[in-house]
C-alpha cells in the first residue's frame, strides 16, 4: 500500500516563500518518479514539477519561471517543493504523486501517476 501526505501549505503574501513537503508514510518510493500538481478553484488539475527517482533529473511547466525547485530526500522518503516568488495565480491545492511506471523518468502527464496525496492548500495574497 501507497499512502503520500503533504504538508506546508498556508496564506502568505504574494512575493514570499512556501516549502511544501511530500512524505511516503507507506510504501518506499524511492524506485519511482514522483511529481507535483496543483488545481486552482474552478480549473482542472495541472502540472506543476516532477522529479527523477535519483533527483537528478527534473521538469517543470513553463509557468513555473524558475520560481519553484523541486527536490526529494530517498533516505526520508519525502519530496520537497520549494516556490519562491509567489503570486496570487499560484493560488491552488498542490498535490503530490508517484509515477505509474518505475522507468520513466520526469512524467508530466496526470495519467503517468497513479497514487495521489490529498493535497494541501496554498493561498497566496496580493
Known amino acids: 500500500q501507497v499512502q503520500l501526505v503533504e504538508s506546508g501549505g498556508r496564506l502568505v503574501q504574494a512575493g514570499e516563500s512556501l516549502r511544501l513537503s511530500c512524505v511516503g508514510v507507506?510504501?518506499?518510493?524511492?524506485?519511482?518518479?514522483m511529481g507535483w500538481f496543483r488545481q486552482a478553484p474552478g480549473k482542472e488539475r495541472e502540472f506543476v514539477a516532477s522529479i527523477s527517482r535519483s533527483g537528478g533529473r527534473t521538469k517543470y511547466a513553463d509557468f513555473v519561471e524558475g520560481r519553484f525547485t523541486v527536490s526529494r530526500d530517498n533516505a526520508k522518503n519525502t519530496m520537497f517543493l520549494q516556490m519562491n516568488s509567489l503570486r496570487s495565480e499560484d493560488t491552488a491545492v498542490y498535490f503530490c504523486?508517484?509515477?505509474?511506471?518505475?522507468?520513466?523518468?520526469?512524467?508530466?502527464?496526470?495519467?503517468?501517476?497513479?497514487?495521489w496525496g490529498q493535497g494541501t492548500q496554498v493561498t497566496v495574497s496580493s
Open positions: 507507506q510504501g518506499d518510493n524511492k524506485m519511482w518518479a
Open positions: 504523486a508517484r509515477a505509474r511506471i518505475p522507468i520513466r523518468l520526469t512524467p508530466a502527464e496526470e495519467n503517468e501517476f497513479n497514487y
